[in-house]
Each structure stands twice: as C-alpha cells, then as structure tokens.
C-alpha cells in the first residue's frame, strides 16, 4: 500500500471526510441547487450551530463524560437575553448577563457530576428538563419575536448572512487551539484518557471537568443567542435534545471516542458538514418527510460503521 | 565502576525509627526500622497484610503515622500529603498506572509540569519538550522508538521505564516501586533492570522496591528487608542471602501463623 494512502487512513478524520465528499458529490449531481452560494449559506448556518456544540461535547467527550443540556442551553439563554431585556436592560448587557447564566448552568453540571458524583448523563438530562420546564412557565408557553435584530448589532450577532457562520469559524478555531495547543488541552486528554494517572501526576482532574462544562454551556449559550436573533422568533416548545443529538453525531462521526481520550476538532466540524449536507441534499433531491429520518438514520449507520472498521485498519497499520 | 557495598557505612538517605500505625483495632505497623543508603536499592517483601504497603504509604506522604520519627538526610521531616514528600523528593511510580495512553512519550514525561509560553494561556512549548524529552531519555539509556510515539503502542517495559523516567527527570531522590517487573518478560524486565541499576550506580538514586516476586528482587536490589506481623523481622544484603534462604523464611512465619490461629481457634 502506498505511503500517502497509509498515512491518511491512519488520520483519524480521513474517514469522515471520505464519506462526506462522497455525499457532497452524489448530491452535487443529483441536484443542480446544490452548489449555489444561497444553499451553501443555507448549510452553512444549519451546521454553525451543530459544529459549536459539536466541538464542546469534544471537550467533554474527551473528559469521557457527556452533556446533553447543551441544546437545551442553546435554546435557553436568548430567553434568558429576551426577560432581561424586557426588564429594561440594555442589549449588549442582557446578552452579557445571560451568557453568564449560561457559565453558571455549566458550573451546576460539573460541580454535581465531579464532587456529587453523579454521572453527567443524569445530570446533564436533568438539567435538561429544569431549564424546558423553566422556559415553558415563565413565557406561559407563548412564542415571542426575538429583540435586537436591527443595524449593525443585528447584523454582526446573526442577521448577516456569514455572520453566525464566521462566530461559529472562530470558535472553532479557538477550541482546536485549547486541546491541541495549551497546558489545559493536554490536561483534559491526560484526564479523560487515565483519571488516576492523571490525578496521581497532579492534574487537577476535577477542576478540569467543571472547566470544561463551563465552556460548554458558554459557547452553546452564544451561538443559541446568534441563531435566536438571525431566526428573529423563539419558540418555547423546542426540544433541546433535538439540537444537542446532532452535535454529539457530528462529533462521534467524525472520530472522537465515547470512551474518552481521544477526540478531534477539525473531524466533529466535518462531522457537521456531513450531517448539513445531508439533511439539505436530501430536501434538494425531494425525498418526502416520510422517508427523511429514516434515510438518515441509515446513512448514520453506514458512515459510522465505516468509521469503525477503518480505525480498526489504521490500527493494524500502526503495529 | 564497582558495584556497590551495601554492607559499607555510606551515608543513610531515609531512615525511619520505630514507625507504628493502627487502623481501629488493627494493628498494621508495630515499629518499623529502616535505613535506606544513597545509591541503594532496597527490596522491601511481606505477605499481604503483614504491613508493607502501609510503611509505603507513610513513606509516600499518604498516611501519617500514629508514632515513630522519619529522617531524610539527616532532618527529621513530616509529610501532610503525597504532593509534600513529592516536593522534598520522594517520588512513586505504580505498576502500569501512571502513563496517560493517548499522550506521547514527550507528553507523558512533561505531564503537570509542561514548559509553557504566554503566561496564563499556558501555550506549550512542544519543540523544547521532545528535545529536552529526547537528550533526558538518552542520557539514561532508555530507547524509545520515537518521542512522538502515544504510550499506548509501547510495550509494557518501555511504558514503565518512561514512568520511572519521568519520577527521576526532576529533584527526585528516592524512588519508591511497585512491582516494576510485574507482568515482564524476560526482555522487558532486563530493561527496567538495568535502568534502575544505571539510576543507582550512576545517578546515586537510592531505591526502595517492593515485590512479592523474590526472583525479581534479587535481579533489582542490593539489600532485601522482610516485614512481618508490622516489623522488619530480616535484613540481609543479597549478597548473604539466597533464594531458598527466603523462600524458607516466609514459609516458616506463614506456619507459625498457621499454628498460631489454630491455637487460637482450640482455646
């Protein structure tokens, strides 16, 4: 086997990105819509979202934890913005505030999981449901146009079109710097990949989680903040598990580990791309509602088993 | 270079003097002696629940005990915590533990105490680790087929040299070890040998193992101490001792033991 085709089954993005441009071609020829710049916008602001908490769940996943009220954040903090603006405070510091709400959710959920030690999953479910719940009683159940979506602030915080897509580029960028670069992402793979070792080497393991959740729920909170004022209505009924599922899909899709240790970036952002592309080409090529779920769901499978056995290729290559 | 005499007055690196500790009505150390020379490496055995681990625990700053004087260097010293006997240069590698599998070797031998640039961001300086990684490495003889390579892919004996690698990289000066052969084979052992004999001779580290396995700790140390029922009941160079000695030894405690509980039990 050649070199080149060896080091990039050994990548452990080479996958994902075989797999999504094979879906990038299919329905770049299927459908002639599909390379216009209006439907690469259209992707592009569907997968903002998923690629932000997508790359959370990677700081997370990695601690070998999860967090599954990050879409419930998402939807919750521009309510948070929304009440406090409604109060009388002016925007920029009802965006302020509420994002520090957002820390505090993800304070709350690293704090009960590292020291109550409870699993995240329970605690982050729970949480969860406490911030539906709080959302569905304080707007009475009652869908609200969102404020601020006028001038230059509406613009730069989601009106434009590349706006949410630049925010979510920069956060990205900013995460990939935090595991792949700094003493504190090295300590949060050294955590999720030997909790013991770790703690024996002194790494403050638990401090590291509670970080991390924080991070979490800050960047879901921000991005759900962009997508509520581009949207310009919020929805109280919307299902926070309906956002943060993708993110956790994109992220495991594109090679990061449930077990901890391991995750990747740059794969959870292609993981996103692949699910983007998918739910927009399958809307461009016409297939019913009916069919939708189930045709993705498919794809999921498929792409995931594929991951799977070539990891455990590029392994055998390894020894 | 000659090999070293234990037998010779050098000077005492650790030494402890009546050590005694109790949990509830347990009576797990009931005065332990020991000194511990520079450049030695001592073998500690026991059967299981005759004390060891506990005087391991002590020494490692994880327990405090009940009474008894620890000397290091000469200085009487007490440790609050297993970071504190760290800090005056008592390290411990555990068996197989202490590696992060998805780091690299570089990564493994910096971990929690990385060269960082930018202050508060803590931005690795990767460059300067592997190579101060690489040239530390080389100097104790330690082969690694790459610096980069995750210790996941590395055999058991280069996981553990690395281990013992990273505990005597900075002010470390004694080094405690749990079963380091643990699980070896021949050729895996023959390395660690080797690396704590160099570390020894060569770096005056003074060595404290602890292994059930007697073969191992003829291969490793210079001076064997058996502890029982809470003290150390034998102290012998192994250069005076053998195998069958010990064998013997620990078969006749666990039937005096044996008749000591039977005798219990008739009364």
Redesign the interface.
Known sequence: MSTFIRSAIQRREATVVAVTLGVVIYFGIASSAFFTTANIVTIAQYIASITIIGAGEVLILVLAEIDLSAGQVYLTSPWFMYLLWRAGLPLGWAIALSLFFCIIIGLINGVVTVWLNVPSLIVTLGMTYALFGLVLVESNAIQVNTPGATGLFGWAFGIGSWSTILWALGILIIGWIILK????G??I??T???L???A????PVRRIKVYCFMLISLAAGFIGILDAIRIQSMNPGNSGLDIVLPGIVAAVVGGTALTG??GTIVGTAIGAIFLGVLEDGFNLIGVSANWFYLAEGVVILIAMVANTQLTSLAARL?R | MSAPNPTAERDVILKTVGITKRFGAVVALRGIDMELHRGEVLGLVGDNGAGKSTFVKILTGYHPPDSGKIYLEGKEVAFNSVSDARRRGIETVYQDLALIPQLTVAQNLFLNRELTSLGKIGWLSNRKMRRLAREYLQGIKVNVPDIDAEAESLSGGQRQAIAVARATRQNAKILLLDEPLAAMGARESALIVDLVKDLAQNRGMSMIVIDHNYAHLFELCDRVNIIQQGRVAYDRSVNDTSLEDLTELMISEYRRQLLEGQSQLDK
Do not use: C
């Open positions: 670069r700094t003493r504190f090295l300590h793979t050294a999720g990949g030997n013991i070792g770790a024996e080497a002194g790494v240790g391991r390894r």
